[in-house]
C-alpha cells in the first residue's frame, strides 16, 4: 500500500510531511509543480505525514475520497513522467 497526496495540497504544498516522512519519499521539484508526490515504491505506509497536514490532503491508498480516486494514479505517474503528471494538475488547477 501507499499514502496519496490529493488535491487540497495543490497550491498549498505545506511540506510539513515532508519534515516527518522517515524514509524521504515526498517530493516535487519546487515552483516546477503546484502539489507534492508520494513515491508508492518507497512508501512504508507509516501513516506518520497524514496527521501533519494542515489541508487534509493525505489518505492511505485504501481510504481514499471517491473524488480523489484519481490521485493514486497520479502520485506514480510524477515518478515516471513528470510532465505528464504537472499537466494533469495544471487542468485541474490552473497555476496562479
Ligand atoms: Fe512517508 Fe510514512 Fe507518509 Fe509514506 S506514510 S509518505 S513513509 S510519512
Known amino acids: 500500500m501507499t499514502y496519496v497526496i490529493t488535491d487540497p495540497c495543490i ?3 505545506d511540506r510539513s510531511c515532508v519534515d516527518v516522512c522517515p524514509v524521504d519519499c515526498i517530493h516535487d521539484d519546487g515552483d516546477e509543480d503546484q502539489i ?26 485504501d481510504s481514499l475520497p ?11 505517474r510524477w515518478f515516471k513522467d ?6 494533469s494538475v495544471d487542468q485541474l488547477k490552473p497555476p496562479a
Do not use: Q
Open 36 to 61: 507534492l508526490y508520494i513515491d508508492p515504491d518507497e512508501c512504508i505506509d507509516c501513516g506518520a505525514c497524514e496527521p501533519e497536514c494542515p489541508v487534509n490532503a493525505i489518505f492511505p491508498e
Open 82 to 87: 513528470k510532465a505528464s503528471a504537472r499537466a
Open 66 to 76: 471517491t473524488e480523489s480516486a484519481a490521485f493514486t494514479e497520479l502520485n506514480a
Open 11 to 13: 497550491g498549498t504544498k
